[in-house]
């Protein structure tokens, strides 16, 4: 990805700020990886592709982004969109999950080997080589 920070630092690198091209390049050179970011955290495909579009708009709108920064920018703007949208479904829907019961039943709490199996799932997500490509 280039150098590092305090390798640019020593040369004199100063950072510039991206131009509208360079950040709408960002996101069109990352598109598979953000609209798969975008599926995790939503699950939903449709709504996976609106969050990405609206956080190249919002890219669009907001100024003073490094260029140095712009992948990064693009996966936060996306992640910042699913996490608001999803977020936004979740409450319009908890009014019909406020008093509700289950209706088949007592659920037993997870073993520990469910609980494991869990956070292995967790972590090789995390590990995702597509959220390492920089």
């Not at 939503?42 to 919002?58: F, M, P, S, Y």
């Not at 910042?80 to 659920?107: F, K, M, P, W």
Request: charged content about 25%; hydrophobic content about 35%.
């Amino acid at each position: 990805m280039g150098a590092s920070k305090r390798e640019r630092a020593s040369s004199g690198h100063k950072p510039s700020i991206a131009s509208i091209a360079e950040i709408e390049n960002a996101f069109d050179t990352e598109s598979e990886l953000l609209q798969w970011i975008a599926w995790l955290i939503t699950g939903d495909q449709g709504l996976a592709a609106r969050c990405v579009a609206d956080a190249r708009k919002l890219s669009r709108e907001k100024t003073g982004v490094f260029s140095d920064w712009l992948i990064q920018w693009a996966r936060s703007a996306t992640i910042q969109r699913a996490i608001e949208y999803s977020r936004d479904l979740i409450t319009s829907a908890s009014h019909q999950y406020e008093n509700a019961r289950c209706v088949h039943g007592e659920h037993t709490p997870l073993t520990i080997e469910q609980i494991e199996n869990l956070y292995a799932c967790r972590h090789a997500v995390t590990k995702h080589p597509a959220l390492h490509n920089t």
